[in-house]
């Protein structure tokens, strides 16, 4: 679906104006030309389900993963990790696997359609109506293209702050044999992190959703911090 609706905005965006940036990110005005492009049409799947949504943002090696884990032991949501996502995506050989892994490789964000409908699916497919969902929204087209083609927005947002000293160091130490672990990738997706996050952690920050967390301390150091969110949240549901 992605490439065919490139093609169709190739037809109306003119060279002028680039469909991708730096980042390889497609630009605000050729996403929403996609997501009107979208058959089944927005938030057919929200609004039938009561979600509760918390975004966990953060570089690589903030701490993300980790805290999900915590989260999900004490609070019972579904976890569902973007990057996880797309990673077993490559593993099933599916048509757009070279491309993911070329993507990933760069530590590049990869088109925002391919991720939500990956999202989308893991969130149609289970019982839970509370997710958290890790490493997404990566940059705007991110955030607007779950907006349109989920037709929610999240509860909550957790940004993990870490400096990227630390981030590195973690990175480098942690051994899952990613093929993005390694310093000249990790180089890449912290400039990319860098380049991208800061709109979208504005955007949650005027609405009053975003919670910064310190990321530097002992994983349950950092979850006592995480856990009072989630506590405040148990009422509210
Ligand atoms: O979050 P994680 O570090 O597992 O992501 C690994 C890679 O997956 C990223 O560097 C990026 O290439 C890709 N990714 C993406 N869009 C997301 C999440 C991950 O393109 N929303
Ligand atoms: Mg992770």
Request: proline share 3%.
């Amino acid at each position: 679906m992605w490439r065919r609706a490139a093609s169709l905005s190739s037809l109306i965006f003119s060279s002028s104006q680039p469909l991708r940036d730096q980042q390889g990110a497609y630009s605000l005005k050729a996403w929403k030309f996609f997501c009107a492009d979208s058959s089944k049409g927005a938030g057919y799947f929200s609004k039938e389900k009561n979600l509760f949504i918390t975004f966990v943002l953060g570089g690589p090696g903030s701490g993300k993963g980790t805290q999900c884990a915590k989260i999900v032991e004490n609070f019972g949501y579904t976890h569902l990790s973007a990057g996880e996502l797309l990673r077993r995506e490559i593993a099933s050989n599916s048509e757009d696997g070279a491309m993911l892994l070329d993507t990933i490789k760069e530590g590049k964000i990869v088109p925002s359609e391919v991720t939500v409908k990956l999202i989308q699916k893991e969130m149609e497919s289970c019982g839970n109506c509370k997710f958290l969902i890790d490493g997404f929204p990566r940059n705007e087209e991110n955030r607007i293209a779950f907006e349109q083609i989920i037709g929610a927005e999240p509860n909550n947002v957790l940004f993990f702050d870490c400096p990227e000293e630390e981030m590195i160091k973690r990175v480098l130490s942690r051994n899952e044999g990613r093929v993005d672990d390694n310093i000249d990738t990790i180089r890449k997706r912290l400039k990319v992190f860098a380049a991208s996050h800061h709109p979208v952690i504005e955007h949650y920050s005027k609405k009053g959703k975003l919670y910064k967390i310190d990321a530097i301390g002992t994983e349950d150091e950092i979850f006592e911090r995480v856990r009072p969110v989630f506590a405040a949240c148990e009422g509210a549901q």
